[in-house]
């Protein structure tokens, strides 16, 4: 399929996303910030509003209609995005607020109850803060001791010092399947199989890739996976975890409160079944069954073509970027093609703050982001204050691409005329 029938195709699909025709600061937008949020499509947007104006109630715990409807449709979600990243039973799909408290579930249900003293963490110096954190509270907790891998030359996951690293300590792994500064993509299939030769378990950080490209738990074989629907075509507020379905029964409890009850009793409480185990409380129904909708959406177009299409633009991004000699970008480069690496390029310009490149781009209307994109620890290690990033989507397009690089280079040559 050539570039020219994707780009139709791309055009077609811009039509669905209502908040991309506007303007900003007088100039056609530009969004280039999918790394961050991803727009959402009229079918996310109409299936939300629909929620709310013909059949709002609360799940599983109403026999009249409108609870019926709304637990179908919350149910029938959690259906889809079982079958979108091809997990063995539905019971394996967790809704959550979004992959923050998917990872905080795991660390908090199943780390604090079974790492100790010397049993031993291994992350990446590329991860998100939502992979850090939740780490940290459980090593301060229990004893367990957080390492990391860190790049190779080209700056991707060192999978040689991976496995020095792993011993008969390790119990757990848990890295990002695609960097949201680096762009990199993480051999997760061989990151899991040589950690489970250890008997140590892994987590995927899928927040990057779910929405890119086809993502398989099943081929993957991680233990839990998680992703945030707001960046994969849905609403805030809603997420998933996708774990193995034994371990999920063996986890207490994250959260403790209504839905996620058998019976109560003064003095005990049994639990529900899974997933319901974890989801307590009132759950974000609309959200979640919106979520459902953007599953189909993508589905609709394949996530084989998203995955085409995106290389085909990363691959001209790069072509262009290369053209400007102040800048530095981070991370692997791509192929021919544009595969080897996501659809962003964090980079930054010599003696030009990203911030201020963001700011000046968007006069210009173009969106992009800057600042450490929540991976401060990498950007110590890469010796970089900030970036500025430029992040696409299967609704960008090659002209996009055109007008980002003008207005950056007009913005470097205002610098460097400041500056000179």
């Given at each position: 399929?050539?570039?020219?029938?994707?780009?139709t195709?791309a055009?077609?699909?811009?039509f669905?996303?209502?908040?991309l025709?506007?303007e900003v600061?007088?100039?056609?937008?530009v969004?280039?910030?999918?790394?961050?949020?991803?727009q959402?499509?009229l079918?996310?947007?109409?299936?939300?509003?629909?929620?709310y104006?013909?059949?709002?109630?609360?799940?599983?715990?109403?026999v009249?209609?409108?609870s019926?409807?709304?637990?179908d449709?919350?149910?029938?979600?959690?259906?889809?995005?079982?079958?979108f990243?091809?997990?063995?039973?539905?019971?394996?799909?967790?809704?959550?607020?979004?992959?923050?408290e998917?990872?905080?579930?795991?660390?908090?249900?199943?780390?604090?109850?079974?790492?100790q003293?010397?049993?031993e963490?291994?992350?990446?110096?590329?991860?998100?803060?939502?992979?850090?954190?939740?780490?940290?509270?459980?090593?301060?907790?229990?004893?367990?001791?957080?390492?990391?891998?860190e790049?190779?030359?080209?700056?991707?996951?060192?999978?040689?010092?991976?496995?020095?690293?792993?011993?008969?300590?390790?119990?757990?792994v848990?890295?990002v399947?695609?960097?949201?500064?680096?762009?990199?993509?993480?051999?997760?299939?061989?990151?899991c199989?040589?950690?489970?030769?250890?008997?140590?378990?892994?987590?995927?950080d899928?927040c990057?890739?779910v929405?890119?490209?086809?993502?398989?738990?099943?081929?993957?074989d991680?233990d839990?996976l998680?992703?945030?629907?707001?960046?994969?075509?849905?609403?805030?507020?809603?997420?998933?975890l996708?774990?193995?379905?034994?371990l999920?029964?063996?986890?207490p409890?994250?959260?403790g409160?209504?839905?996620m009850?058998a019976?109560?009793f003064?003095?005990?409480?049994?639990?529900?079944d899974l997933?319901?185990k974890?989801?307590?409380?009132t759950?974000a129904i609309?959200?979640?069954?919106a979520?459902?909708?953007?599953?189909d959406?993508?589905?609709?177009?394949?996530?084989?073509?998203i995955?085409?299409?995106?290389?085909e633009?990363?691959?001209?991004?790069?072509q262009?970027?290369?053209k400007?000699?102040q800048?530095?970008?981070y991370?692997?480069?791509?192929d021919?093609?544009?595969?080897?690496?996501?659809?962003?390029?964090?980079?930054?310009?010599a003696?030009?703050?990203?911030?201020?490149l963001?700011?000046?781009l968007?006069?210009?209307?173009?969106?992009?982001r800057?600042?450490h994109?929540?991976t401060?620890?990498?950007?110590?290690?890469?010796?970089a204050?900030?970036?500025?990033?430029?992040?696409?989507?299967?609704?960008?397009?090659?002209?996009e691409?055109?007008i980002f690089?003008?207005?950056?280079?007009?913005t470097?040559?205002?610098?460097?005329?400041i500056?000179?």
């Amino acid at each position: 399929m050539t570039f020219t029938q994707e780009l139709t195709l791309a055009e077609k699909v811009r039509f669905d996303f209502p908040i991309l025709h506007q303007e900003v600061n007088g100039k056609p937008l530009v969004y280039f910030d999918n790394a961050a949020t991803s727009q959402k499509p009229l079918l996310v947007i109409d299936t939300l509003r629909d929620y709310y104006e013909h059949y709002n109630a609360n799940v599983h715990r109403g026999v009249h209609t409108l609870s019926a409807k709304a637990t179908d449709a919350y149910e029938a979600a959690r259906d889809k995005v079982a079958k979108f990243v091809n997990a063995k039973s539905r019971q394996e799909i967790v809704f959550t607020r979004n992959a923050t408290e998917a990872i905080n579930l795991v660390a908090y249900s199943w780390g604090m109850n079974n790492l100790q003293q010397g049993d031993e963490i291994i992350l990446s110096v590329m991860e998100h803060h939502s992979n850090i954190v939740p780490w940290q509270f459980v090593a301060a907790k229990t004893g367990a001791v957080l390492k990391y891998v860190e790049l190779t030359s080209e700056e991707t996951f060192d999978l040689e010092q991976f496995q020095k690293l792993l011993s008969e300590k390790t119990k757990l792994v848990s890295v990002v399947h695609v960097s949201n500064t680096l762009g990199c993509i993480n051999p997760v299939e061989e990151i899991c199989s040589l950690a489970h030769q250890h008997d140590a378990k892994v987590l995927i950080d899928a927040c990057q890739s779910v929405p890119h490209m086809p993502v398989d738990v099943q081929q993957i074989d991680c233990d839990w996976l998680v992703a945030s629907g707001h960046k994969m075509c849905a609403t805030t507020g809603v997420g998933f975890l996708c774990g193995k379905l034994e371990l999920l029964q063996e986890m207490p409890p994250f959260l403790g409160g209504g839905e996620m009850i058998a019976e109560v009793f003064l003095d005990y409480s049994t639990y529900a079944d899974l997933p319901h185990k974890f989801e307590a409380g009132t759950p974000a129904i609309g959200e979640a069954i919106a979520l459902g909708a953007a599953v189909d959406y993508l589905s609709a177009i394949g996530m084989d073509k998203i995955h085409a299409y995106e290389a085909e633009l990363t691959a001209y991004l790069f072509q262009q970027l290369e053209k400007i000699p102040q800048i530095k970008i981070y991370g692997p480069q791509p192929d021919a093609k544009g595969e080897g690496r996501a659809a962003l390029a964090a980079f930054t310009v010599a003696e030009v703050h990203a911030n201020d490149l963001s700011t000046l781009l968007d006069q210009e209307g173009v969106a992009i982001r800057s600042g450490h994109h929540c991976t401060q620890p990498l950007h110590r290690y890469l010796g970089a204050a900030a970036t500025a990033r430029a992040s696409l989507s299967f609704y960008n397009t090659r002209e996009e691409i055109d007008i980002f690089i003008k207005a950056l280079k007009e913005t470097i040559d205002f610098f460097t005329g400041i500056f000179g």
